[in-house]
């Protein structure tokens, strides 16, 4: 059983920073995909970014520059470093997994940009 526990979420604000974090348990095999989506209300859930087991990365329109994704991989955890942040970052933000075609989410954390 796979399970994604979020944690780092909270109100900051405008031009502020904040680092999320992210850890996988269970049986997590060598290739995976990890990373973060996040759904503002009255919006779809939208990617932020992700990073393969190897290091290559994707990000989300929007999110190049200001956000950056690390992982470790003998952890199994993601982290997503949030700066210069906006009102308009205010989301939930969910952990992600992608995993022997099988895709997996966290429960979510709050970040608010609020001034």
């Known amino acids: 059983q796979v399970q994604l526990v979020e944690s780092g979420g909270g109100l900051v604000q405008p031009g502020e920073s904040l680092r999320l974090s992210c850890a996988a348990s269970?049986?997590?095999?060598?290739?995976?995909?990890m990373g973060w989506y996040r759904q503002a209300p009255g919006k779809q859930r939208e990617l932020v970014a992700v990073?393969?087991?190897?290091?290559?990365?994707n990000y989300g329109d929007s999110m190049t520059g200001r956000f950056t994704v690390s992982r470790d991989n003998a952890k199994n955890t993601v982290d997503l470093q949030m700066n210069s942040l906006k009102p308009e970052d205010t989301a939930v933000y969910y952990c992600y997994l992608y995993l022997l075609s099988r895709q997996y989410w966290g429960q979510g954390t709050q970040v608010t940009v609020s001034p």
């Open positions: 269970g049986s997590i095999s060598s290739y995976n995909v």
């Open positions: 990073i393969t087991s190897g290091g290559r990365r």
